[in-house]
């Protein structure tokens, strides 16, 4: 039977072998592809570009989303994928085909002409080329890795830049310090070009502010220029002309609320006359963002846990910031109805494990640690070192179905089990079932 997941990850590993995470954090390299393919990212509809530590998913799904309910044609490339490679570019609105995708890559090998380059790099060439080729109004990019060096960076005048919050990940490559990450952050901002900025730790905003004067950029920060807020439900965005009483963000958790707040201010600062206020409104109420804070119905491992009574949540947060932001939606999700939570964790090594579980430590939830199929996965032994180190009791459990079956076997009301850590440990969940790809 022919397996669309299969068929694609043939060529996405021809590509991986061919290209590894040769990581070089210079635009040299994929400038020189791009030369070589004609410069697509100057054929573009206006771009959006986001950068930041956390949320850059979420605030591209409620750009995307209210572009969409205005009838736009909306161009996105976003990392990395859940399940398969083609989730990553979305050209005007719609997947990548098998077809597609291997004429791509030929095109960008051949222009590329054996020349060292990163699998991520390679990726960003596909994507600005398929986006050149197909007329859209909208091109929505979201930064890989940092920003100055990425291999998105390569935009002369985009439209509009968005800065999400900034906080410490990938601290071997853009830290150690804040203000170090925040300046690459910051390496998106061009001259003239508006900039939407969220709501930042000192450290991180003076970087930032210090980048704008330097470069010419103006920068809107949500807190100061515009504000976004919960009201009775709803989402209220103060913008410098006006208030917008907007319905509740569709991605659950409080957080979201700023990123639902920092898209609309950033899609207001687009100046399209065709995003009118109606479609805000139905993009902040529609926005779809696959294995952040998800509910799981479908497939086998969210059958087994309705089969209980429980409900299965998976999110890809793996860091501090994220880690309060997941432990904030679980404390108001178990204060509803008082149920027991659980958490089963698996993270990749280089990651703050500790820094992730400690937010989570007065919620005193049930933990199951795992691991994955990744060689980078941290061990068991080492997860459950770090959620006991923050005063948590932590079971060791064999994979997802036997962490899951463990949860799910707990006395007392069923549970709301959170499968949480990383965004690739939440994929292969994802991948169990054909029911449950992102799509």
């Not at 100057?42 to 205005?70: C, Q, W, Y």
């Not at 807020?229 to 709803?234: A, I, K």
Request: include cysteine; glycine fraction near 8%.
């Amino acid at each position: 039977m022919y397996d669309p997941l299969r068929a694609q990850d043939v060529l996405v590993e021809r590509l991986r072998a061919l290209h590894p995470s040769l990581i070089d954090l210079t635009t040299g390299r994929i400038l020189r592809l791009l030369d070589a393919l004609g410069r697509p990212q100057d054929k573009l509809p206006p771009v959006i570009h986001v950068a930041g530590t956390n949320g850059k998913g979420s605030t591209t799904a409620f750009l995307r989303a209210m572009a969409e309910a205005a009838g736009l044609k909306v161009h996105v490339l976003t990392s990395p994928h859940l399940v398969r490679f083609v989730e990553r570019i979305r050209v005007a609105g719609t997947l990548l085909t098998e077809a597609q995708l291997e004429n791509l890559i030929e095109q960008a090998e051949t222009a590329n002409a054996g020349e060292p380059i990163s699998f991520f790099e390679m990726t960003t060439a596909i994507a600005l080329k398929a986006f050149a080729d197909t007329p859209a109004d909208l091109c929505i990019i979201e930064v890989g890795l940092g920003g100055r060096f990425d291999a998105t960076n390569v935009f002369d005048s985009p439209a509009v830049t968005v800065i999400t919050p900034v906080d410490y990940d990938h601290l071997e490559l853009l830290g150690p310090e804040l203000g170090k990450i925040a300046w690459e952050k910051a390496g998106i901002l061009r001259a003239g070009r508006p900039c939407v900025c969220a709501r930042q730790m000192e450290e991180a905003l003076g970087v930032i502010e210090a980048e704008s004067e330097l470069v010419g950029a103006p920068i809107t920060l949500m807190g100061r220029d515009f504000d976004a807020f919960e009201d009775q439900g709803r989402l209220r965005v103060q913008l410098e002309d006006r208030l917008l009483d907007l319905p509740p963000p569709s991605l659950f958790g409080q957080h979201q609320f700023d990123n639902a707040g920092l898209a609309v201010a950033a899609i207001v600062k687009l100046g399209d006359p065709r995003i009118t206020d109606e479609a805000i409104a139905k993009g902040v109420a529609s926005a779809v963002w696959p294995a952040r804070f998800q509910r799981l119905i479908k497939g086998p491992l969210g059958e087994r846990a309705q089969a209980r009574g429980a409900d299965l949540w998976i999110d890809g947060g793996h860091n501090p910031h994220a880690g309060r932001a997941l432990a904030d939606a679980v404390r108001r999700l178990s204060a509803k109805d008082g149920r027991p939570v659980t958490l089963i964790v698996g993270m990749f090594a280089r990651k703050d494990a500790r820094g992730f579980f400690e937010p989570f430590a007065s919620l005193k939830p049930a933990v199951f640690v795992t691991t994955f199929d990744s060689p980078n996965a941290a061990s068991r032994e080492e997860l459950a070192e770090a959620a006991a180190q923050v005063g948590l009791e932590p079971h060791v459990a064999a994979d997802i179905p036997a962490a899951l079956d463990r949860a799910l076997r707990v006395d007392g009301p069923a549970p709301h089990v959170i499968l949480c850590g990383g965004l690739h440990f939440a994929g292969e969940a994802l991948a169990m079932s054909e029911e449950t790809w992102p799509s």
